[in-house]
């Protein structure tokens, strides 16, 4: 496995400021690269996740079992195709878009199993539970079908918790 991207968000409004519910629903799903192979800057893993990353929902989202979102890098191509031919307009997702703390490429949801015990550099992690997409991602995706997909695929990535934190950069194994 190779960690690909480090990223993470600010909560805000989902729908953005000019749509009528934009201060009832806040979500932090929007992630942006802050480590990349290119630019691989050092970020800081506490046991809440990565420093500088917000989540909107503390009752579904972050906390100690929640601490990091994991997502293959390999699905990226099933969610651009799925998206053009729903949305009908070209998409191409970048690192974070899934909502992900690490984007990563060598490890799939059936290689993953709860309870497993994963090192990135000196780091240390256990996989808590795959993800349990909800309406957000549905938004995100700007398709209805988003969640449904995910879970239908298998394609939904992991959640981790930190159990030695420290710092990574992108590319580290």
Known sequence: MRLLSISLGKAGPLFGLNHPDYSSVASAIHKKPVSTLSQASPVEIKPLGVVGDEQADLSVHGGLEKAIYVYPMEHYAFWNELLTRE???????????????????????????????????????????????????????????????????????????????????????
């Open 87 to 173: 949305t009908k307009q070209v998409v191409n997702l970048q690192h974070g878009s899934v909502g992900e703390n690490f984007t990563i490429e060598g490890l799939l949801e059936d290689e993953v199993f709860v309870g497993d015990k994963m090192s990135i550099g000196d780091l240390e992690f256990t996989v808590a539970k795959l993800r349990e997409p909800c309406f957000k991602f549905n938004a995100t995706m700007k398709y209805k079908g988003a969640a449904k997909a995910m879970l239908q695929s298998g394609k939904s990535g992991w959640y981790l918790r930190v159990t030695k934190p420290g710092t990574l950069t992108a590319g580290v194994p």
